[in-house]
Every structure is written in C-alpha cells, then in structure tokens.
C-alpha cells in the first residue's frame, strides 16, 4: 500500500513561493526505481506534468516551466517539494503528486488526491 498526500498553503500571493509537499508513506523516494513526479490540473483543463524527481535525485522540469519551478526532497521526512516562483493566476489548479517508472502519466500508479492552490492578488 503506497500512499501520498499533499500538503501545502491553499491561497498564495504573487510574490510569495511557498512549497507544496508530498508524503509518501508505503515507499520510500530514494529506491525502487521510482519517478516522483507533481502534475496539476487548472479549472476546466486536463492533467498537466510538471516535473519529477527520481529516486536518484535526477530532476526534470516541464520547459516551459524549467525557469520558475524546483523541485527537491527531504528525505528524512519521506517528502518531495514543490516551488513555484513568479506565480500568476495561470497556475492556479489542483496540485498533485504521483509515483511512476516514467514521466508518462499513464505510467504513474499511486496518486495523491490533490490540493488545490489558488493564486490572488
């Protein structure tokens, strides 16, 4: 049983860049191969990957996204981050978390159920 949830500030600023975090429990981020990967999901729009880190640490961005995003982990807490910079109401969505073998969401098996973060001003 591989679980992962979300957490992270439900309302951000622009000039804020908090990080979303993903616990996983059931697995560990740091063997077996594994992609860790975040996807979001804007209001009325499909699934959209958005980076990954391996088990590895080996990192992969989304390229239009490469500029203002990081991705990490702390994995004495069994975590991976999320960080956006430069937010706009653009990303506003649903934020989730997965495990994979690949980038390919068809290929990620356990999901998160999602938070939502929402940008203002």
């Known amino acids: 049983q591989v679980q992962l949830q979300e957490s992270g500030p439900g309302l951000v600023k622009p000039s804020q860049t908090p990080p979303l975090a993903c616990t996983v429990s059931g697995a560990s981020i740091t063997t077996d191969n594994d992609y860790w990967s975040w996807i979001r999901q804007p209001p009325g729009q499909g699934l959209e990957w958005i980076g990954y880190?391996?088990?590895?640490?080996?990192?992969n961005y989304k390229s239009a996204l490469k500029s203002r995003i990081c991705i990490s982990r702390d994995t004495s807490k069994n975590q991976f981050l999320l960080q956006l910079r430069s937010v706009t109401r653009e990303d506003t969505a649903v934020y989730y978390c997965?495990?994979?073998?690949?980038?390919?969401?068809?290929?990620?098996?356990?999901w998160g159920k999602g938070t939502l973060v929402a940008v203002y001003s």
């Open positions: 997965a495990r994979g073998i690949q980038q390919a969401l068809q290929g990620m098996d356990y």
């Open positions: 880190i391996t088990y590895a640490g080996t990192i």
